[in-house]
Antibody, heavy 124, light 107 residues
Framework: EVQLLESGGGLVQPGGSLRLSCAAS????????MSWVRQAPGKGLEWVSS????????YYADSVKGRFTISRDNSKNTLYLQMNSLRAEDTAVYYC?????????????????WGQGTLVTVSS | DLQMTQSPSSLSASVGDRVTITCRAS??????LAWYQQKPGKAPKLLIY???TLQSGVPSRFSGSGSGTVFTLTISSLQPEDVATYFC?????????FGQGTKVELK
């Protein structure tokens, strides 16, 4: 059974930093692209970033480009999101999500498994 | 960037009713369209991909259709457990984009 467990969320001041983690199990982690998708309180879903299974290819939403960095450690089956220069508008539940199809070098962007989410609140 | 627009934004229907939600893409996306169901306080769940393929384990009362720029999600007979918000998503290329969501409630 696929399991994705996010951690690292919390309260941070504007301009601060936070690193989210997503521990994966139940599948061959290195064979699948992974993504972060966020949801502001009471709002819809917003794609944030994706990374190929190998970690070579990364993609970012314009709203986070230059501030957020996605990475993965395939030896630890863990996905990360380093978030710097945080703004109030980054406040959201952050979900990690797995691609449905294998993709060592590319991303599919079709999400068949999601974690439970971790809440990031940016406020002074 | 390509935009996804859902309608209606919310609807109220009775148990057993047929419910249809529409999703429109601002540009053609072939059949690279997925539908997700999200219940309050929970993560989204993949229902349909490739516009009309039912994800494993999803009840057959859910169906999808469309290609190009107009897509529909249909619940043939609404059940109490279907109360949720439904999102469409295009995944033909980055950035993937979601519709704004359709909240389905019981009348």
């Amino acid at each position: 059974e696929v399991q994705l467990l996010e951690s690292g969320g919390g309260l941070v001041q504007p301009g601060g930093s936070l690193r989210l983690s997503c521990a994966a199990s139940g599948f061959t982690f290195s064979s699948y692209a992974m993504s972060w998708v966020r949801q502001a309180p009471g709002k819809g879903l917003e794609w944030v970033s994706s990374i190929s299974g190998s970690g070579v290819s990364t993609y970012y939403a314009d709203s986070v480009k230059g501030r957020f960095t996605i990475s993965r450690d395939n030896s630890k089956n863990t996905l990360y999101l380093q978030m710097n220069s945080l703004r109030a508008e980054d406040t959201a539940v952050y979900y990690c999500a797995k691609d449905q199809s294998t993709g060592t070098w590319q991303v599919e962007l079709l999400f068949d498994s999601w974690g439970q989410g971790t809440l990031v609140t940016v406020s002074s | 960037d390509l935009q996804m627009t859902q309608s209606p934004s919310s609807l109220s229907a009775s148990v057993g009713d047929r419910v249809t939600i529409t999703c429109r893409a601002s540009q053609g996306i072939s059949n690279y369209l997925a539908w997700y169901q999200q219940k309050p306080g929970k993560a989204p769940k993949l229902l349909i991909y490739a516009a009309s393929t039912l994800q494993s384990g999803v009840p057959s009362r859910f169906s999808g259709s469309g290609s190009g720029t107009v897509f529909t999600l249909t619940i043939s007979s609404l059940q109490p457990e279907d109360v949720a918000t439904y999102f469409c998503q295009k995944y033909n290329s980055a950035p993937p984009a979601f519709g704004q969501g359709t909240k389905v409630e019981l009348k």
